[in-house]
């Protein structure tokens, strides 16, 4: 695992740092995910619906890994290229990291 040091988590954009108000959660982590789409697909939020597969969305694998890679720093965990294929919606994703999230903070 890598933590951002406090120079980095000041210089990152908004929608790459985690909130200051504390951890980030699976609703933060599938508010970023829509967000994301929203920003890359120039859609409406209300019409990104979390239970779709990234593949009805038109990500290809190089989209995929490019979104992993953002993802990676908004919650601060080594994540797999294939973690979109893996768990292939935006609420499959942020369950799963929402768990890991959650495991890490209790050791």
């Not at 040091?5 to 908004?14: D, G, T, V, W």
């Not at 200051?20 to 982590?29: K, R, S």
């Amino acid at each position: 695992m890598f933590r951002r040091n406090k120079i980095e988590s000041k210089n990152a954009s908004k929608s790459e740092s985690t909130s200051e108000a504390g951890p980030v959660t699976e609703d933060a982590i599938r508010a970023w995910m829509v967000d994301y789409l929203r920003n890359k697909l120039s859609v409406d939020p209300s019409h990104v619906d979390t239970t779709r597969s990234f593949e009805d969305y038109g990500l290809d694998s190089r989209a995929g890994i490019q979104m992993c890679g953002k993802l990676e720093k908004f919650v601060e965990l080594r994540l797999s290229p294939a973690l979109l294929y893996e768990h292939s919606s935006i609420d499959a994703v942020a369950a799963h990291l929402g768990r890991r999230l959650s495991e890490e903070s209790s050791h």
